[in-house]
């Protein structure tokens, strides 16, 4: 089955300054890769997501990109506010084929 | 549409009860999930229904837990009988064809 690693696991920047998190899957079949945010008390949230028939998406301060040849893809988040301080997850699946597998997560905190 | 709807928000039960934990998916998804998580272990799939049918139960920790979606609106997981370490917050998600998963709030469970 697939397997998703991630890293950091935490990721402490300064408000201002960018943050990067990255995965790494096993599975070349998987075509679709969400990235969740989840704040305290709720539910993860997708933030962005990308299909293998593309190496980059950008949404306004977060890009993500993908390397399908080494099987990684990155978040990018672009001039930090505190209120990007969250646990983020990264997950591959097979569209149209059942479960994502997630990555364990990274605490991002975004000091003022 | 509200979204995902998980309940109850919060249980605390004793050790040996019966726990139902509740939800009701995105009308029109056709996947539907549920969660554990905990700070050891992260954010594990228990269970996975495609169009009501359970598709993947390898992550159902033991014969203590089942889950039953009846209909498409519907899913209900049970913990009988429920120890301490059962300890967690439990999501479930619903999704279209394997895509952006959503989320509920979750529920809390505490055993004692």
């Known amino acids: 089955g697939e397997n998703v690693e991630q890293h950091p696991s935490t990721l402490s920047v300064q408000e201002g300054d960018s943050a990067v998190i990255k995965c790494t899957y096993s599975?070349?079949?998987?075509?679709?890769f969400p990235w969740y945010k989840q704040e305290l008390g709720k539910g993860p949230q997708l933030i962005i997501d990308i299909r293998s028939n593309v190496g980059e998406k950008k949404d306004q301060r977060i890009a993500v990109t993908l390397n399908k040849t080494a099987k990684h893809f990155s978040l990018h988040i672009t001039e930090t506010q505190p209120e990007d301080s969250a646990v983020y997850f990264c997950a591959a699946s097979r569209a149209n084929a059942g479960k994502s597998t997630f990555g364990d997560g990274t605490t991002l905190t975004v000091k003022p | 549409d509200a979204g995902v709807i998980q309940s109850p928000r919060h249980e605390v039960t004793e050790m040996g009860q019966e726990v139902t934990l509740r939800c009701k998916p995105i009308?029109?998804?056709?996947?539907l999930f549920w969660y554990r998580q905990t700070m050891m272990r992260g954010l594990e799939l228990l269970i996975y229904?495609?169009?009501?049918?359970?598709?993947?139960d390898s992550g159902m920790p033991e014969d203590r837990f089942s889950a039953k979606m009846p209909n498409a609106s519907f899913s209900t997981l049970k913990i009988q009988p429920s120890e301490p370490r059962d300890s967690a917050v439990y999501f479930c998600a619903s999704s279209l064809y394997a895509l952006e998963a959503f989320f509920g709030q979750g529920t809390r469970l505490t055993v004692v």
């Open positions: 009308s029109g998804h056709n996947s």
């Open positions: 229904f495609n169009n009501n049918v359970p598709i993947d």
């Open positions: 599975d070349s079949a998987s075509n679709y």
